[in-house]
């Protein structure tokens, strides 16, 4: 009469650690609903800027967001330092303000603050850019034209398998390239200058 019981727990537990989160399957993900207003997320670093979870009350998942509302050349954050090689990262954003910049980036392949890689979309310039951020100089790596909207949700994303990058903008292919500076690393998120901006429902899915 035990099996019945076992199994019972077993499927309930199974579902919530679905529902709440984090970290079910090889997925990881983050909705920063359960995180604390005004703090971080558990296990975030911050790189530059000023980063904090707030209420946003359009987020795509309700109530939180994970915002950047500092002033600093490259405001960035590291969400998990697992190293990760071949994955898709995606993240729904929105930028707010910003008179220089209005910039959202995905952060993959972290080696430490000075080197990674970034896929990057810029609401003032239209487009969605990869670079390589290494010795804590950026450069350009490949530039996607697209339209990039302010003050709108929307979602960027970015496929990495071995050498070769590609980064999409609302499933719209905008930019691809290849590139060897670094083979594997952490995730994290990206914004530039001036920007305010947003982001939620973040998350990774190693191939």
Known sequence: MRFPIVKAWFVIAFVVSICSGSFAADK???????DKVGGLPAGAHVFSGKWAVRKEA????????????????????????KKYRDVTVTVK??????????????????????NYYILRANALENNV????????????????SIKVVSGKWQELRVEVKGNHI???????????????SFKAGGVGLWTKAD????????QVTPH
């Open 166 to 180: 590609r980064g999409f903008l609302n499933g719209e292919l905008a930019v691809e390239a290849t590139d060897d």
């Open 28 to 34: 990881t993900q983050w909705n920063f609903d359960a």
């Open 93 to 114: 954003f929105k930028p707010i303000s910003g008179s220089e910049d209005q910039a959202a980036g995905i952060l993959f392949r972290i080696q430490d603050k000075d």
């Open 58 to 81: 359009d987020a795509p998942s309700k109530p939180n967001a994970l915002c950047q509302m500092g002033v600093e050349q490259y405001p960035a954050i590291l969400l998990r330092d």
């Open 195 to 202: 920007s305010v901006t947003c982001f939620d429902d973040y």
């Open 129 to 144: 850019n990869i670079y390589r951020y290494k010795g804590g100089s950026r450069s350009a790596i490949k530039e996607g």
